[in-house]
């Protein structure tokens, strides 16, 4: 389904169940809402981009789509999805929209989400707790606040520009973890034991001055501490014995 730039200013789509296929909603500046009442599953991609006037989105059945992806939606608040919303799908992607928040995109298991640049954006907290390949969420508001407490294995992330950070629950990391450029003053994955593959790096994150990883024991890759400039310690690391990279360490060290 295709919902091009000549669609009118409200749209709705109630009755079927099921599209199939892809569902479209392209450069269309004259889309104010756009709603379905019975819409569950969406077989292919969703896809919304460039929908610049879209204040309302309503989807209170929507659970299950092959990908999402949102980008440049410079008028929507908050969407209407579900209970219990968006429980599957295998990508996700969210870039420069004004979202304040992602209620109702609550999946479990997932292979790649994105999300950055959604300057207003300032929590996201989801029920994640596998992700096989990359999460990317950087640039996004200022006092962005991320919480995934039931995230237990991931392969490949990076996390810049936030606020705080919560992984309780994260045993293993399959490839690299990036944090750089962050507000947080402290770090905690307290189950985390190993980097299988890639890195650990902290870089830039000038509030940060404690960081706890109490279960490592070994990194795959390199391990990076770098222009923290309140990080006087490094003593988070304490069953720590193999790292496979380099190590390297810049600051202003007291112990």
Avoid: C, H, Y
Wanted: net charge neutral; hydrophobic share 40%.
């Amino acid at each position: 389904m295709l919902i091009g730039p000549l669609a009118g200013a409200s749209i709705d789509i109630s009755g079927p169940s099921q599209i199939t296929g892809d569902l479209k909603i392209l450069d269309n500046r004259v889309l104010e809402s756009f709603k379905s009442n019975d819409l569950t599953v969406v077989g292919g991609t969703f896809t919304m981009l460039n929908v610049t006037r879209l204040a309302s989105l309503e989807l209170p059945s929507l659970q299950k789509v092959k990908s999402l992806n949102w980008q440049t939606i410079n008028n929507l608040d908050t969407p209407a999805i579900g209970p219990p919303g968006l429980t599957q799908a295998e990508e996700i992607i969210i870039s420069d929209t004004f979202l304040r928040n992602l209620n109702g995109i609550d999946v479990t298991s997932v292979v790649n989400m994105d999300i950055n640049n959604n300057r207003r954006l300032v929590e996201f907290t989801t029920q994640l707790g596998n992700l096989s390949n990359r999460l990317n969420i950087q640039a996004n508001g200022l006092n962005l606040a991320v919480s995934m407490p039931n995230l237990k294995w991931i392969a490949n992330m990076t996390i810049a520009n936030v606020s705080s950070f919560s992984v309780p629950s994260l045993s293993v990391v399959n490839g690299s973890a990036r944090f750089d450029s962050n507000s947080f003053a402290t770090f905690s994955a307290p189950n985390l034991t190993q980097t299988r593959s890639g890195d650990i790096s902290f870089v830039g994150n000038a509030k940060l001055d404690n960081i706890s990883l109490p279960l490592l024991t070994s990194v795959g890759g390199g391990l990076t501490i770098a222009n923290n400039s309140a990080l006087k310690s490094i003593d988070g690391f304490p069953k720590l014995t193999t790292v496979g990279g380099a190590v390297k360490m810049f600051g202003v060290f007291e112990e």
